[in-house]
């Protein structure tokens, strides 16, 4: 089946270090990846997305994921941590069919410290 | 360009009570989603639409129902709400290549 792990449901990094979320998924043809974030009360907004190509993407604030087929993996990092970082962020799977269905992970909660 | 936009922001219903969510996105997109997001759960999808007139289940439809009268709107319907149903709920259009484009949530509180 289908899905999308998040090992990870809260990281705490201080303010100007590096971050680094896991994302693993299992699909049976080469997926497009996508990273959300989720600031409180908010919707969500995509950060960055993979759909073919070269295998590092760089994403908006900052962000950029790398694609690892042999991995299963899709995971975000970001060099330099920002207060306003702080917030939810969700790894998602699809592949286009005829539905554009995505399948969500559990999220990761980033709390930042001053 | 409002982009996705969600009537209303917030509600309490209680037992039994019957409500719809709208939904409404000004970008022509073919494709509108329903999720529900719990705690530790990330987002599921509850209905999905491919094009006006058309509605499919997702992975948690059970007690919703929807519709797509028109190109632009999609409705989420809760004939009998349960606090099972207690959540907050997302919208999301797009294309079919492209990325999904969120509403801001419906947060539904049932008694």
């Known amino acids: 089946a289908q899905s999308v792990t998040q090992p990870d449901i809260h990281i705490t990094v201080s303010e100007g270090a590096s971050l680094e979320l896991r994302c693993n998924y299992s699909y049976g043809a080469t997926p497009y990846l996508f990273w959300y974030v989720q600031s409180p009360g908010q919707g969500l907004q995509l950060l960055l997305k993979?759909?073919?190509?070269?295998?590092l993407v760089q994403g908006i604030k900052g962000f950029e994921a790398e694609f690892k087929r042999s991995q299963s993996s899709f995971n975000l990092r970001k060099p330099s941590v920002h207060w306003s970082d702080a917030a939810e962020y969700f790894c998602a799977v699809g592949r286009t069919s005829n539905t554009g269905k995505l399948i969500f992970g559990q999220g990761t909660t980033l709390q930042v410290k001053p | 360009n409002a982009g996705v936009t969600q009537t209303p922001k917030f509600r309490v219903l209680k037992t039994g009570q019957s409500m719809t969510l709208l939904c409404a996105q000004d970008m022509n997109h073919e494709y509108m989603y329903w999720y529900r997001q719990d705690p530790g759960m990330g987002l599921r999808l509850i209905h999905y639409s491919v094009g006006e007139g058309t509605t499919a289940k997702g992975e948690v439809p059970d007690g919703y129902n929807v519709s797509r009268l028109k190109k632009q709107n999609f409705l989420l319907g809760l004939e009998s709400a349960a606090p099972s149903q207690t959540s907050v709920y997302f919208c999301a259009s797009s294309t079919l290549q492209e990325t999904q484009y969120f509403g801001p949530g419906t947060r539904l509180l049932v008694l």
């Open positions: 993979y759909f073919s190509g070269d295998t």
